[in-house]
């Protein structure tokens, strides 16, 4: 049997892969409007980076992540030795915690500096179990502002977000906006407090996972998806209601900027996110109809410690990342369709095999000057080069025949009006060298010159 694509990984192909990239240089003129700026960051990190940035008691970091070894180390493994803790590596399961460890290496964010405004685009890996819209590589673009803590950073954040999907053809009507605000380390331990003696009292109710849960991070209760947990937590102490002065502040102020911008949103204070690192803001879009249970399209929130986690200076930050997959199936339940990523302006059509370096020159002088042109390379019939032409899309078919040629000259088709004229290929050559794509590189533009000359 041929070979597949591994579990949980999908190819983009051609239209999906060109729309990949349109969603991108649209996410990157949006942010960039915001002052987003572009970072790279590795596939891979040292596996100490997202335990201690995401947390070891998280799904993501327990359960989830692909841990990358060289051939050398796995061999020393399975000869039952050690590998040194800086050659422990794993795929980047998210973006931000090596974004925040670049910001640190870096010293991005000096004393005093404006605040560094960040946004990425690429794959991240997660060894979950596969399902419609949960892969095990998937793309994400994300953004993080690191070095201030002001609420309007988390405002605009999440209405730049808002704003993109709205121009990638995501209707703000079919989303959900759900905020919260997890405190900071002087509120939250008591309400964690509280919430571990809510669990301990409903024991007996609860799952064995989270059971293990109320011990190390209570709060993860609030994500597991077994429907009497889910009743349980539906009752427990919220958030909202342990927030301090400082935090209820903040929280204020995020609510107040989005209502100014007309954003409608969900104060929902059982939401936790599944990653440890954040303090205050937090948030998630959803869509509500068409995409099953994996409906998150987007997430993020602040995390004004993490920097501090993988030993940098105190730096408050703020980001998100949105999942490009999910963001295709709510697009395509919507009826959405990739463009076709196939394009021609011109095709040169040969009749007989005498002609082809005529007509590969002239392919040649097109494409120098800025136009898509194509000729076939297996041989055909001109019935079918004419066929190929209409399948690429092709505005206009140059025919070249033995007598044209002997003539200097071809006939030039336009395919949508099936007008045909003959042109001189040595004044279309020179037409071509000396106005460029600019000007002659559109079918509009070559049709033009075309009767230009023909006026002549
Ligand atoms: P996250 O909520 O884990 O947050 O992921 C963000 C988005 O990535 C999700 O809303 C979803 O659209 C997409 N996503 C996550 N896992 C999968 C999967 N297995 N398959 C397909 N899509 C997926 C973060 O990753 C944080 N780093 C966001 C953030 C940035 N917070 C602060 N800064």
Known sequence: MALQAPEGTKDLLPDEAKFWSHFKATAADIFG????????????????????????????????????????????????????????????????????????????????????????????FRAERPQKGRQRQFNQIGIECLGAEDPSVDAEGIIMLMRFYAAIGIPVEATRLLVNSMGCERCRPAYRDAVKAYMDAHADELCDECKRRAEINPLRAFDCKNPGCAAVMEHAPKITEHLCDDCREHYDAVKTYLGGAGLAFVEDPKLVRGLDYYTRTVFEVQVTEGMGSQNAIGGGGRYDKLAEEVGGRPTPGFGFALGYERCAIALQAAGFEFPSAQRCDFFVACVGDSVRAEAFSLMQACRDAGMTCEMDHQHRSLKSQFKLADKLGAAIVAVMGPDELAAGQVKVRNMRTHEERTADIAVMKSLLAHFGGESFGSPGALEAALSKLDAE
């Open 33 to 124: 409007r915001y002052g987003y700026v572009t970072i790279e960051t590795p596939l891979f990190e040292q596996t100490e980076l997202f335990v201690r940035g995401i947390g070891e008691a998280t799904d993501v970091v327990s359960k989830e992540m692909f841990t990358a070894i060289s051939g050398e180390n796995l061999n020393r493994l399975l000869d039952g030795g050690t590998i040194k803790a800086k050659s422990r590596l794993s795929l980047r399961p998210e973006g931000t915690a090596g974004v925040v460890r670049a910001v640190v290496q870096h010293d991005l964010v000096p004393q005093g500096a404006a605040p560094a405004k960040l946004m990425y685009a690429g794959p991240m």
